[in-house]
């Protein structure tokens, strides 16, 4: 067997003659504290979209959903920017005093603020706390055909009306139609992904508005994008909102198909980049 020699998780080649990164050598490939799982995205691993980035800063305060108070490190060295956060949740493990954050410029004239917060440390990673873009990361995954079950979709009709909501998707496939909510997921504790960070009647009842879609006799999906590489599988969060969690195993139990899919943001000096790392299942 014959490779080059690379960095990979924690994989270590072993050979009987000396060598330098590029060469190619025999080897024998020992791998330690890898998942299969791990190894499975790995190589499913795909680029999904760019996201400009402008400065890196640390949060001072958030005093309220939408508002930060940022410390601008680079490039201007600013001290107290208001810092636009596009996403209601609390996201407490990612916007605490300190924490390193990166931004984007923005302009409107609407706007109150100069800059959208793009992501959030959490460990050696970054991750995507800007809900604006999970329309593009999901039309990606519509598009590519990444779940199986979706791969013959026709027609994809953005926001359509059912019941008294407004649903993200409506697909047509031979006459037949699936309605499909998309949920971002920003919270991993333990290996666990969970949704919401927040109690969300709204998110209830886009669930219960799934169940009446496969009751009418449609089909119905949870989009979940989960940015939180480090998740295992992914659950209802039912310590901040039982009545969500109680919707979801109620549309569980329906029919509802749920389809957890796990993104990393990864950012160097062209931007930020999202890529797609494969499925997740549901924490038993």
Sequence with gaps: MKCRIIQVFNC???????????????????????????????QVSRHVLDIPLDAEGTLVSRPNRFLAIVDIATPLGS?????????????????YP??????????????????????????????LTHSGYHRQISMWVLENKIIESLANTE????????????????L???GRRTWIEVKGCTLAENGRAMFPDAPTTRGRRHVEELIKAV???DKAMMMVLVFRQEAQCFTAHENIDPDFAAAFNHALKEGVQVQPLVFTFRADGDGGHIYYYGKLPLCQ
């Design 215 to 217: 009751q009418a006799g």
């Design 79 to 95: 001290k107290c920017e208001k810092v636009h956060v596009h996403d209601p949740g609390r996201l407490t493990d990612l916007l």
């Design 12 to 42: 270590v080649c072993k050979s009987v003659t000396p060598a330098k990164p590029g060469d190619l050598i025999p080897v024998t490939l020992y791998i330690k504290e890898m998942s299969i799982r791990e190894m499975n995205m790995t």
């Design 172 to 174: 047509e496939e031979a």
């Design 98 to 127: 300190g924490n390193k954050l990166l931004l984007k410029k923005a302009s409107g004239k609407k706007r109150k603020t100069e800059w959208d917060l793009i992501a959030g440390k959490a460990g050696d990673d970054f991750v």
């Design 155 to 170: 027609k994809i009709l953005p926001e359509q009306v059912f019941g008294e909501s407004r649903l993200d998707y409506l």
